[in-house]
């Protein structure tokens, strides 16, 4: 068990150098001069003095060879210091963290509910396959798979906002304003969880162990939810977990329609504005954030599912 | 005066009694046609048949646990005089694992992975017995060491991958006896183990029919158990009974071409020929036949002896008394019995 939990720690750790790197190079791919960037931003003058330009770059370490430059914006990163963002002059890792927690509070609430109510409709349509239940699921999973959500978002806001009045249209003060984002962000993974959860449940439905927990005098729902629930909850697990990795910094839409002041619309605003330390930063934390959940996921894994253990040996 | 009548009533009906037995696919193909098999008090039937005789569904529809694509179109299933084909839902929860256990093929996924074998031993206990959480767990220790588990407070607390399949179909065989059933249904129990395993459950099996008064109706394609472990044998083929009888005379000279072809093969011992006896052709066509004996087009016998032809192939045999409580479906059962003892 402990053993397993090590492994995917170094490979987290392996990971994250790796991608250190890659948000490193990030900004070399564009062709704005950072140094430039960040002088037109202060002073507005497109006639900018080479000089200038030059003694910022120097200020900057930017005239320093690339591998020292990285080993130092490593250093200050490990430290939790990724420099200030060009645009606002603020803390990286303060923004970031600011971002992501408001992303983070969003997604959870979005796949919470959704998952919340996948599983149970997800289970009974899978109990009476063809029956009313799974009717209604199936053309639920339609419509919401069919409802893009930059459709439903501002539709949300007609009905909710302007002709009911009971929430905020944009924003995020209150935690009415979660509301109108989190419905438009659940739409799809609640389709797809649901999905899932009864694609996962039929099968689990068919297995031996079932009959045989039946031939002992189980009653079907009985057996269902002794045996079957831990068994056909792994892959919704795992679905619950790539959705929420990708939605952290995935809903960008949603965010900036809403105007949420979460990951997505930070990261947006960051290319837009060729805010490198916002990309550097961002970068690292979604990617870094991506991997943690996997990791987590894995060690999930072994915990629903004991014969995982000894297939890694104890 | 009414208690004495009870008794001898209990003792003139048998424990299972299933009449003219259908069982068809939703599509209309009957995999079970008019099935009648009788087992007793204490006493082991074995029934025995090619894969894809029917012999599997069957097991499945005496407890009703039939798939959703199987259904039971007729017949009756009776046990201790009721109806098990009548019966509601909620009354086969209360008869499975009380009144009729199971065991099946492949002990390791029949058990759920995510479980504590003490988990799923206990639950008959719970459901049927009313014990609490910890009295059941306390019980199943005991259970898995009367099935010859060692260090059964240990094995409790394990997952299925944890154990070998003779450990295993122990386990099930300890979950099946845990609320002491009357009757054990047994689909090749011993099928999916080692040779050495096989012996050591098939004894198991006959020790707890000892200490429990049970019957046990054994299910399996390999005859050489048979005859060690059952008293009577049922020959099944195409959805059918061809043979029903004691076990030691069927199994020194059978009253059934099919019986007969079936133990030679079984005995692995060259024919005049020099060759390894085979029955030609395959069991699974023989349920579209309408007409004759579904036996007919891979019987020696018939093709021996040309004047049967006609019978054969245009009027189906009954099953007819040939001796004791024994039973055959052949038009030329004198002849059978004319080639003598099998080996």
């Known amino acids: 068990m402990w053993k397993i939990i090590l492994q995917r720690v170094a490979i987290l750790v392996m990971m994250l150098f790796i991608v250190s790197v890659a948000a490193f190079c990030v900004p070399l791919l564009s062709d704005g001069d950072p140094a430039r960037t960040i002088l037109l931003s202060r002073v507005s ?57 408001v992303s983070i509070t969003l997604a959870l609430s979005a796949l919470g509910v959704a998952l919340l109510v996948a599983l149970p409709l997800g289970t009974a349509a899978a109990m009476r396959p063809g029956g009313k239940v799974d009717g209604f699921t199936t053309l639920l999973i339609q419509t919401l798979v ?37 419905m438009a962000l659940m739409l799809r993974p609640m389709a797809y969880f649901t999905q899932v959860t009864r694609a996962a449940m039929r099968e689990v439905i068919a297995a031996p162990y079932i009959t045989a927990a039946r031939a002992r005098g189980l009653s079907m729902n009985e057996a269902v939810v002794h045996h079957g629930l831990r068994n ?67 060690v999930l894994y072994v915990l629903f599912n004991p014969a995982m253990r000894g297939s890694h040996g104890h | 005066m009414a208690d004495h009548d009870m008794t001898r009533e209990n003792v003139s009906v048998p424990l299972l009694e299933v009449r003219d037995l259908r069982v068809s696919l939703e599509s209309g193909k009957t995999l079970i046609d008019g099935l009648d098999l009788t087992i007793g008090r204490r006493e082991v039937v074995a029934l025995v048949g090619e894969s894809g005789s029917g012999k599997s569904v069957t097991a499945l529809a005496l407890s009703r646990l039939l798939p959703d694509a199987l259904r039971i179109t007729s017949g009756s299933i009776c046990f201790e005089g009721q109806d098990i084909v009548a019966k509601s839902d909620s009354e086969l929860n209360r008869m499975r694992g009380a009144d009729i256990s199971m065991l099946f093929q492949q002990p390791q996924v029949m058990l759920d992975p995510t479980s504590r074998v003490q988990a799923q031993v206990a639950e008959p206990l719970r459901k049927h017995r009313g014990l609490g959480r910890r009295q059941a767990f306390a019980r199943v220790v005991d259970l898995l060491r009367s099935v010859g588990i ?26 099946a006896m845990a609320a002491g059933p009357k009757l054990l249904i047994a689909d090749e129990p011993t099928t999916a183990l080692d040779v050495t395993v096989q012996a050591q459950i098939l004894r198991l099996l006959k020790e707890e029919r000892e200490r429990h008064d049970l019957s046990i109706l054994l299910i399996t394609h390999d005859l050489s158990i048979v005859s060690a472990f059952a008293d009577r ?29 079936l133990i030679r093969c079984s005995l692995l011992v060259p024919e005049s020929d020099g060759k390894l006896m085979s029955i030609p052709g395959s069991g699974s066509q023989a349920l579209a036949i309408k007409e004759g004996c579904r036996f007919a087009p891979r019987c020696t016998l018939m093709r021996e002896h040309p004047g049967l032809r006609i019978a054969c192939c245009s009027r189906e045999p009954g099953l007819e008394p040939v001796g004791q409580r024994w039973k055959s479906r052949c038009h030329a059962t004198a002849e059978v019995l004319h080639e003598g003892d099998v080996a």
Request: negative net charge; charged residues 15%.
């Open chain 1, 45 to 101: 003058d497109l006639d900018l003095a080479p000089e200038a330009v030059e003694a910022l770059r120097r200020e900057l370490g930017l005239d320093r060879p690339l591998p020292v430059q990285y080993l130092s914006w490593l250093g200050s990163a490990l430290q939790g210091d990724f420099g200030y963002s060009f645009a606002s002059r603020q803390p990286v890792a303060a923004e970031i963290t600011r971002a992501l927690g």
């Open chain 1, 146 to 182: 069919a409802t893009p959500e930059y459709w439903f978002a501002p539709v949300s806001v007609l009905v909710f906002v302007l002709w009911l009045g009971i929430l905020p249209s944009a924003g995020w003060q209150s935690w009415e304003s979660l509301i109108l984002p989190a």
């Open chain 1, 232 to 298: 056909g909850s792994l892959p919704v697990v795992t679905f619950f977990a790539l959705w929420f990795a990708g939605l952290l910094g995935g809903s960008v839409v949603i965010e900036v329609i809403f105007a949420v002041p979460g990951m997505g619309r930070l990261l947006y605003e960051a290319v837009v504005n060729n805010d490198v330390p916002v990309l550097q930063g961002g970068f690292v934390a979604l990617v870094g954030l991506s991997i943690l959940i996997n990791t987590i996921t894995d």
């Open chain 2, 150 to 175: 060692p260090d059964p407070a240990v094995r409790a607390r394990a997952f299925s991958y944890q154990l070998s399949g003779g450990m295993a179909q122990r386990v099930m065989i300890a979950a």
């Open chain 2, 233 to 261: 044998v049922a020959v099944m083929y195409a959805g059918r009974i061809l043979e029903e009888g004691p076990t030691r005379e069927i199994m020194r000279r059978p009253a059934h071409p099919y019986t007969r072809a």
